[in-house]
């Protein structure tokens, strides 16, 4: 299996431009993360999906973030529009069962 | 905020020493889990501790787990540079869907 793929792996933008996140989980995966890394605030869980359907996004930021999951093989994430606080690393990750979770490689984002 | 937290921060030893690692957490858990992350790469799952389980080995790894003091450990023997990383302890909370991941503890390992 390839794992979980992210796209793309690195993303510079300007202020007020809108941004794009892609995911494509492991195949059979019925759980999909997205969280956000930074120094400050460590690892946060910005929403997750089962079976496509968004369970919980009380972690995103605001209203300039969305998620979705068309399709139990993939997912976006927009920020739109983007600012210098939204530079970090984003991950995705995929888990067959709540427990242990397979993380992509991550797109790290720098808003200038 | 529920999140595990590791401890100490940042490590640093010698190639064939052991590390051990701590994580405390607030509130009643399902399982911990432990996730090791290299520089600029994605998380990777290490091991998962149920809580009625109070130990687990895999390879040189051994985690215990205290649910009385909500605590557990991260126990890395006979260190090789290539388990330089950051350390993470996860915990998976009764009814709650959520991970809450702690801040990390970077590991050192000098040749």
């Known amino acids: 299996d390839a794992g979980v793929i992210q796209s793309p792996r690195h993303e510079v933008t300007e202020m007020g431009q809108e941004v794009t996140l892609r995911c494509k989980p492991i195949?059979?995966?019925?759980?999909l993360f997205w969280y956000r890394q930074t120094m400050m605030r460590g690892l946060e869980l910005l929403i997750y999906?089962?079976?496509?359907?968004?369970?919980?996004d009380s972690g995103m930021p605001e209203d300039r973030f969305s998620a979705k999951m068309p399709n139990a093989s993939f997912s976006t994430l927009k920020i739109q529009p983007s600012e210098p606080r939204d530079s970090a690393v984003y991950f995705c990750?995929?888990?067959?069962?709540?427990?242990?979770?397979?993380f992509g490689p991550g797109t790290r984002l720098l808003v200038l | 905020s529920q999140q595990g937290e590791e401890d100490p921060q940042a490590l640093s030893i010698q190639e064939g020493e052991n590390a051990t690692m701590n994580c405390s957490y607030k509130?009643?858990?399902?399982?911990l889990q432990w996730y090791r992350q290299n520089s600029g790469r994605g998380l990777v799952h290490l091991i998962l501790?149920?809580?009625?389980?109070r130990e687990k080995h895999s390879g040189r790894l051994r985690v215990t787990l205290d649910t009385s003091k909500k605590s557990s450990s991260l126990l890395i023997t006979a260190s090789r540079a290539a388990d330089t990383a950051s350390y993470f302890c996860?915990?998976?909370?009764?009814?709650?869907?959520?991970?809450?991941f702690g801040k990390g503890n970077q590991v050192v390992v000098i040749p």
């Open positions: 990750a995929s888990s067959a069962v709540l427990g242990t979770q397979y």
């Open positions: 195949s059979g995966h019925d759980y």
């Open positions: 999906f089962n079976n496509n359907v968004p369970i919980d």
């Open positions: 509130t009643s858990i399902n399982n």
């Open positions: 501790i149920r809580s009625n389980e």
């Open positions: 996860a915990t998976d909370y009764y009814g709650n869907n959520r991970l809450a």
